[in-house]
């Protein structure tokens, strides 16, 4: 899959909340690899460090950081076959 393909999440200033875990889940269920980006509403708010946010994101949602560029977050998760 090329990284143009790649659905985008982007997360704003309500940050992180249960609807978007949920639906960076249902991505990587479906396509197995997801590109988040963290708006600028989000780290003003938050201020939190973006390699943290990857990691707490690749530990809550069981996926493998891809690449960390910019405030753009990859993430891959394996697809098992049923």
Same mark, same amino acid.
């Given at each position: 899959?090329?990284?143009?393909? /790649? $659905?985008?999440? %982007?997360?704003?200033k #309500?940050g992180i909340?249960?609807? +978007? +875990?949920?639906? +960076?889940d249902?991505? /990587?269920?479906?396509r197995?690899? $997801?590109? +988040?980006? &963290? ?13 943290d $946010?990857?990691?707490m &994101?690749?530990?809550? &949602?069981n996926?493998?950081i891809e690449?960390? %560029?910019?405030?753009t977050?990859?993430l %891959?998760?394996?697809?098992f #076959? #049923?």
């Amino acid at each position: 899959m090329r990284r143009d393909d /790649l $659905v985008v999440v %982007r997360i704003g200033k #309500k940050g992180i909340t249960e609807g +978007i +875990i949920s639906e +960076i889940d249902n991505v /990587l269920e479906k396509r197995g690899m $997801v590109k +988040i980006k &963290l708006l600028r509403n989000f780290r003003e708010a938050y201020g939190v460090n973006r390699n943290d $946010v990857a990691i707490m &994101l690749s530990e809550r &949602l069981n996926a493998c950081i891809e690449e960390v %560029r910019g405030f753009t977050i990859i993430l %891959r998760r394996q697809k098992f #076959k #049923k």
